[in-house]
C-alpha cells in the first residue's frame, strides 16, 4: 500500500538554524499538507499546497515557514530561523482529490535547543 | 471557544466493553466530519468518516447530529488493539483538517 514517507525522524537544532523537513507524499496525489502537533497539544494546520502553490495557510505559517517541491516528488518545509516553541512534531500528508481523504507521514520530530 | 473539543479522558475500559465518545464542533458551517485514530507517537490515521444518517463499520459506529453540532464514536466489544487516542475532526470552507485535542482510550484484559 503506498504510504507518505518523511525524513529525517527526528531532528535536533540549535535556535536560530535553519531545517529543512522533507516528504514523499503518494505518487497520484495532488493535495499536500503539513501540520504540526507540540507534545500533548493537538494537530494544527500549517499549509496546504496544490498546482506548486500555496492554497491556504494558518496564523501559524509566518514569514519564517516555506514550502516547496522541489521536483515531481518531494515537499518540502523550511524553517528560516528555529525558535524553541517550534519544537513539535510535524506530519506531511497528501491527498489524492480534494476532501477525499488526508493520508499522513510518520513525522518527522524536531528539537530546538 | 475551541473550535473541535472533546473529552479528554482516559476512559479505562475492559476488554469487551462498549464506549462512547463524543465531540462538539463549534462552526455550524463545517462540511465534513471524522474520527482519526493515532497511536503514542505515531501519525493520525483515518478510522471513518461520518455521514448524517450515521454509519457503521465493523465495530465502530459513528454518527452526526448537524443541529447539535456533536459528533459521536462508540466502539463494541473493546480490543486491546483498539487503546489510542481518538481525534475528532473537522473540515470548513478551506483545505485544512481542524482536530480536537483527542479522547484517550486504554482497554486492559
Known amino acids: 500500500e503506498p504510504e507518505v514517507t518523511q525524513t529525517p525522524s527526528h531532528q535536533v537544532t540549535q535556535m536560530g538554524q535553519e531545517v529543512i523537513l522533507r516528504c514523499v507524499p503518494i505518487s497520484n496525489h495532488l493535495y499536500f499538507y503539513w501540520y504540526r502537533q507540540i507534545l500533548g497539544q493537538k494537530v494544527e494546520f500549517l499549509v496546504s499546497f496544490y498546482n506548486n502553490e500555496i492554497s491556504e495557510k494558518s496564523e501559524i505559517f509566518d514569514d519564517q515557514f516555506s514550502v516547496e517541491r522541489p521536483d515531481g516528488s518531494n515537499f518540502t518545509l523550511k524553517i528560516r530561523s528555529t525558535k524553541l516553541e517550534d519544537s513539535a512534531m510535524y506530519f506531511c500528508?497528501?491527498?489524492?482529490?480534494?476532501?477525499?481523504?488526508?493520508?499522513f507521514g510518520p513525522g518527522t520530530r524536531l528539537l530546538v535547543l | 471557544r475551541k473550535e473541535v473539543e472533546q473529552d479528554p479522558g482516559p476512559f479505562n475500559v475492559p476488554e469487551g466493553a462498549t464506549v462512547a465518545f463524543n465531540c462538539t464542533y463549534s462552526?455550524?458551517?463545517?462540511?465534513?466530519f471524522f474520527w482519526y485514530r493515532q497511536d503514542c507517537r505515531k501519525e493520525p490515521k483515518l478510522l471513518m468518516s461520518?455521514?448524517?444518517s450515521g454509519n457503521e463499520d465493523g465495530r465502530f459506529t459513528a454518527q452526526l447530529n448537524r443541529a447539535s453540532q456533536y459528533i459521536s464514536l462508540l466502539i463494541r466489544d473493546s480490543k486491546l488493539s483498539d487503546s489510542a487516542t481518538y481525534l475528532c475532526v473537522v473540515t470548513q470552507a478551506g483545505t485544512a483538517l481542524i482536530f480536537g485535542k483527542g479522547t484517550t482510550l486504554s482497554v486492559s484484559s
Open positions: 500528508a497528501s491527498e489524492r482529490e480534494l476532501r477525499e481523504t488526508q493520508y
Open positions: 461520518v455521514y448524517s
Open positions: 462552526n455550524s458551517a463545517s462540511q465534513s
